[in-house]
């Protein structure tokens, strides 16, 4: 992808209202391997799988480099994460092996999990030595151990089985206290996995309320004797295990409640209380700039937050998986923000909120283990959820959402946004406004302007901009659909043509199987680019150089010249213009393409 030169559309289009940027480097050809579906099949990628254990420095590092080549292609993701995680679900792989494999799989998508076939479902016998497994010797072991049990817990059928055979592990004869400790940090990890499970799939037993009072008056103890501890630790266990189970989260929250009032101060009255504060329903404030995730605030759903330094008090009284409803805040002025999508930030034009619904102990834990995937992988599932919501809302997009396009995954954008071009009618961005400060009396704040050399951009227009800056080929079925029922007029851009200006970069910086063949159509029927002018930029020519150079054949044979005059921002955006020196120099290339495209994949 090229280089990032702005951070937003609005620094792009001060760019071009006279402040001076620098002109991003022109991008190589597509780097994609050609021979990267050849790599990826199952016995090349076990061949360098199994260099990553060479004895030889050199050879593991050279695996290592082309394991991290397919990692970055997207189209093998699928592919490599499931069998990723199947290497590290065999005892014999070795550290070193299952630090680079746990470090690629933050960066590949997470593959659905397929029902438990017969034949990998275990017995009772082979889940106890799996638990068991958790306490051996070997890290090699261990971790194998784990790794299974989390992939089957992640069916969310073997959550009951799996919790019988921890149990039955805590009751061995003779276990060491520190062999006690490693398997409560077991429990910890594993239950996070479940927390991600189906509860309609979970097969435990009823719940026995007279025992959990029990766990509950032992936890309330005062003081902890060593004689206690294994009790104390299987009673806090078990309760925590219980929480997991949403419909009974009410219920155990007034018990401690309840218990709560007979407490004296001490540890134990801080154990019940983080517990109960655990079974309160709560939600997420994350904060994005510039597509990185800078932070989050926790808070207790109807209970006022106030962290040092903030001018007011955060406070959501309401929310659920759609709509929160906000009291008050540092930045969010009060009223209802969606749940689960991005919004933008009212002061910070270069970012959003998010705001998660975590309404159980079980969405808090499910929270938790997402926060663990790579942030590149989190930012695609939000800009998934919001540009969905978008496009199932059937909307033009208002100045404020068009504004935080360029703070989305940009495959996720331009998948949102060839089906939008196609879907709701072009219109002028509105005209400059300002809107009132909710907690300045009199104030107001500023809306986002798209304005392109003096005019201003249409909806289409703006979205185009984007796709130019940073769109790639998932844009192109809907895009070269608009350009074909000439869905964007190139009035209010300035005399610029922003949706061929979007394809001609994308065929450059992400060409698509049958992009030879449309840069071939695109000079036949030409077009201009650029505002008319003494030298201006054609489709035409354009498109033609970029045939040409896509084939390694040299442009001087066809009277193309760059066109640079005219052009600030074709410059701006990474694509050089060009002309036709003569009037039968396009006749000449669609020849030459008649002649060759037989030779040439389209």
């Known amino acids: 992808m090229a280089r990032r030169a702005v951070t937003s559309l609005l620094s792009l289009l001060s760019f071009v ?23 990826a099949s199952g016995e090349q990628l076990d061949a360098l799988l199994g260099k990553l254990d060479s004895p030889h420095y050199d050879v593991r590092r050279t695996a290592a480099r082309e394991l991290e080549t397919l990692v970055e292609q997207k189209e093998l993701g699928s592919v490599l994460a499931r069998r990723f995680r199947r290497e590290l679900r065999r005892p014999g792989t070795s550290f070193e ?12 998508p997470e593959t659905p999990v397929a029902p438990l076939e017969e034949a990998d479902a275990p017995d009772a016998e082979q889940l106890d030595r799996l638990v068991v497994g958790l306490l051996a010797e070997d890290y090699a072991a261990r971790a194998a151990a784990r790794e299974r049990l989390e992939w089957l817990l992640a069916n969310g059928e073997m959550v009951g089985p799996i919790s019988r055979a921890v149990k039955a592990a805590f009751d061995r004869p003779g276990m060491s206290w520190e062999d006690r400790l490693a398997l409560e940090r077991a429990c910890d990890e594993l239950r996070r996995v479940w927390a991600g499970t189906d509860p309609d799939r979970w097969d435990l037993p009823p719940v026995d309320w ?24 299987e009673a806090e266990r078990e309760l925590r295990d219980l929480m997991m189970r949403d419909p009974c989260v009410p219920r155990l929250r007034q018990l401690l409640s309840t218990r709560l009032e007979t407490v004296e101060p001490g ?16 939600m997420v404030a994350e904060f994005w700039e510039d597509r990185h995730h800078k932070g989050e605030q926790h808070l207790l759903v109807g209970e006022p937050s106030q962290t040092p330094n903030a001018p007011r008090p955060s406070h959501f009284d309401r929310i659920d998986d759609h709509t929160a409803h906000c009291v008050s805040g540092s930045s969010l002025g009060p009223g209802d923000y969606p749940v689960g999508v991005a919004f933008p930030h ?26 663990e995937r790579d942030e590149a992988h989190r930012l695609r599932r939000i800009s998934r959820a919001t540009l969905d919501r978008w496009l199932d809302r059937g909307t033009r997009l208002d100045p404020t959402e068009l504004n935080i396009l360029p703070l989305l995954d940009p495959d996720e954008v331009s998948r949102f946004a060839g089906r939008i071009l196609t879907s709701v009618d072009d219109m002028p961005t509105p005209e400059a406004r300002r809107r009132p400060d909710p907690y300045h009396p009199g104030g107001t704040l500023p809306e986002p302007q798209f304005v392109l050399f003096g005019q201003r951009l249409s909806h289409h227009g703006v979205i185009c901009l984007q796709l130019a800056l940073e769109g790639t080929r998932a844009a192109i079925p809907g895009l070269l659909k608009a350009l074909e029922d000439d869905r964007l007029s190139d009035s209010g851009a300035a005399g610029y043509r922003l949706d061929r200006i979007a394809a001609l970069r994308i065929a450059q910086r992400d060409p698509w199987p049958t992009v030879d063949r449309w840069l ?6 030409g077009g201009r680019l650029a505002p008319r002018s003494t030298a201006p930029s054609t489709l035409q020519a ?23 005059a005219d052009s600030p921002l074709l410059k701006q955006l990474g694509l050089r213009g060009y002309r036709f020196r003569d009037e039968d120099a396009a006749e000449r290339v669609i020849r030459w ?5 037989d030779d040439r994949s389209t």
């Open 210 to 233: 007279r025992q959990v009072d029990r766990w509950i008056r032992t936890l309330a103890t005062v003081e902890a004797q060593a004689a206690t501890k294994p009790a104390r630790m």
């Open 97 to 108: 092996v299952r630090w680079h494999l746990e470090r690629w799989l933050k960066l590949l």
């Open 267 to 282: 540890n134990a009255r801080a154990t019940l209380a983080d517990m109960l504060r655990a079974c309160q329903p709560g």
């Open 593 to 597: 393409w008649r002649e060759h495209r």
């Open 346 to 371: 009212p002061r910070a034009l270069d970012a959003f909120f998010r705001l998660v619904n975590l309404p159980s102990p079980r969405r808090r834990l499910a929270y938790q283990r997402e926060l």
């Open 542 to 564: 354009t498109a033609a150089a970029i045939l040409l150079r896509r084939a390694g054949h040299p442009l001087d044979e066809f009277g193309l010249e760059i066109t640079e």
């Open 17 to 39: 209202a006279g402040l001076a940027l620098s002109a991003p480097s022109l991008p190589a050809q597509d780097a994609t391997s050609a021979n990267a579906g050849h790599l």
């Open 520 to 525: 071939a159509a695109a000079v036949e029927q």
